[in-house]
């Protein structure tokens, strides 16, 4: 989990304490090979293809799916992408705004068919705001969602194209999720 969620829960800060290890580091790599061939196929190989990670926990993701892309294809480099969507967040009067690091689109996005990529899906309004984002950068041809944990409680028509793994959790718990694995917990006051 992100270092901001854990200053800013309340109250006044929370610590993450894990509860159990949903996915080890070996099933992080399986799913993201699995998803990487999901969108060679889905696209009909690579060519038009850039990935963008949403900052922060989307963007080792992103560059880890960008290596197993390239090593597919026998060394054609998918261009990949950082996005932070903290100005473009619908919630900037109810929490603080803290950008978590730049963004860097390697590429005019018009006519190129975007794969976000995140680690975590839940409400659906990061991704609401990187669709906002992406917009300044070109018309995509189209934007694909890929998400290592879809963990359900939707606030938004929004639904992913690729997914690690589906993962039901409560609204109060949280999951953490790194190319260490995937772990489900709680965050309890400091």
């Given at each position: 989990?992100?270092?901001?969620e ?5 109250p006044?800060?929370?610590?993450f304490?894990?509860r159990?290890q ?6 992080v790599?399986r ?9 060679a196929?889905r696209?009909?190989g690579?060519e ?9 926990g989307?963007?080792p993701l992103a560059?880890r ?8 294809s026998?060394?054609a480099?998918?261009?990949?992408g950082?996005l932070?969507v903290?100005?473009y ?9 803290l950008?978590e690091?730049v963004?860097?689109?390697?590429r005019?996005?018009a006519?190129?068919?975007?794969v976000?990529?995140d680690?975590?899906l ?13 917009a300044d950068?070109?018309r ?17 028509p929004i639904?992913?194209d690729f997914?690690?793994k ?6 109060d718990?949280?999951v ?9 917990g709680?965050v309890?006051?400091?």
């Amino acid at each position: 989990m992100a270092e901001r969620e854990r200053r800013l829960t309340p109250p006044r800060g929370g610590v993450f304490v894990p509860r159990v290890q949903v996915l080890s580091p070996e099933d992080v790599v399986r799913a993201l090979t699995r998803i990487a061939h999901e969108i060679a196929e889905r696209n009909r190989g690579l060519e038009d293809i850039v990935l963008v990670g949403l900052q922060t926990g989307g963007v080792p993701l992103a560059f880890r799916i960008g290596q197993i892309l390239e090593e597919m294809s026998g060394g054609a480099a998918v261009p990949v992408g950082m996005l932070d969507v903290a100005f473009y967040r619908d919630d900037i009067g109810i929490r603080p705004v803290l950008p978590e690091a730049v963004t860097d689109i390697p590429r005019d996005l018009a006519g190129m068919i975007v794969v976000l990529v995140d680690d975590v899906l839940f409400t659906g309004r990061t991704i609401r705001a990187a669709l906002n984002a992406l917009a300044d950068y070109g018309r995509c041809q189209a934007v694909q969602l890929a998400v290592m944990v879809d963990r359900g409680h939707r606030e938004l028509p929004i639904r992913p194209d690729f997914v690690g793994k589906n993962l039901p959790t409560r609204f109060d718990e949280q999951v953490d999720v790194s190319l260490d694995g995937v772990v489900l917990g709680d965050v309890v006051p400091r």
